[in-house]
């Protein structure tokens, strides 16, 4: 369980954390190889190449960029997203969790490594916008998650107390970066996909549902907030 009363702060990643990777999974691993291979007319064992191909940027800018990928594949990633776009959603309790938030006021911070291509597709469907008090995304800083860099240039363009900041992603890497940098209260996720199997993570608390760290109240100087006496006329 969380001490709401130590948050200030709640970072957040959105695919595989708040969405379910699944829509990215099936169009970076299959939707994409296949479309590749018919726009260009090529032998369908170039699908696995490509896969290989798009593995080794795991990790840097190029992976998560998709003008990258329109230019190195000679196709419009953007356009081939949208043929799968009813594939992208909220992980099961993930709008009762940002409700929550909501109420209890910390600064809730999208720290994402999707690139604002990515942002424009998915932030319109699922309304996340609405849940958020700002958005940073990696391509923006100009350095993953995955570097410590990208914390220091967070900490320059939305001030952070790291022993007061919760951070929750799906991808190991990204967690001990923000271990690394200092965040005191850090949880990953058991199933990030919901159509795979869910991974245990051997250094982080990894959550299944986002309603094991809410308390069943909200904190008491938020419910103070909320009384009648608390309220401006």
Do not use: C
């Not at 967690?175 to 690394?180: P, Y």
């Not at 199997?197 to 109240?217: G, N, V």
Request: glycine content about 4%; overall charge negative; aromatic content about 8%.
């Amino acid at each position: 369980m969380i001490d709401w009363r130590a948050i200030d702060t709640v970072l957040l990643d959105m695919d595989g954390t708040l969405l379910d990777l699944h829509f990215d999974s099936h169009f970076w691993l299959e939707h994409l190889p296949r479309r590749y291979v018919e726009l260009h007319r090529l032998d369908e064992a170039t699908q696995e190449v490509l896969r290989a191909r798009i593995i080794r940027e795991k990790g840097t800018l190029n992976w998560y960029s998709l003008a990258y990928w329109s230019r190195e594949l000679g196709v419009d990633i953007v356009a081939l997203k949208r043929e799968i776009q009813h594939l992208i959603g909220l992980r099961s309790d993930a709008l009762d969790f940002l409700e929550w938030l909501k109420q209890a006021h910390p600064r809730v911070v999208l720290a994402t490594n999707a690139d604002r291509e990515s942002l424009e597709l998915k932030l319109p469907i699922t309304g996340l916008e609405n849940y958020l008090d700002a958005i940073v995304s990696s391509a923006d800083l100009g350095v993953p998650k995955e570097a410590q860099e990208f914390w220091f240039a967070l900490q320059e363009v939305e001030p952070f107390d790291p022993a007061r900041t919760l951070f929750i992603d799906d991808n190991p890497e990204v967690l001990e970066s923000a271990r690394e940098y200092g965040i005191r209260h850090l949880l990953g996720i058991k199933q990030p996909d919901s159509t795979r199997p869910e991974k245990e993570l051997e250094e982080f608390i990894a959550l299944d549902r986002f309603a094991a760290i809410l308390p069943e109240t909200l904190p008491p100087e938020v419910r103070a907030d909320k009384s009648p006496e608390g309220k401006e006329g």
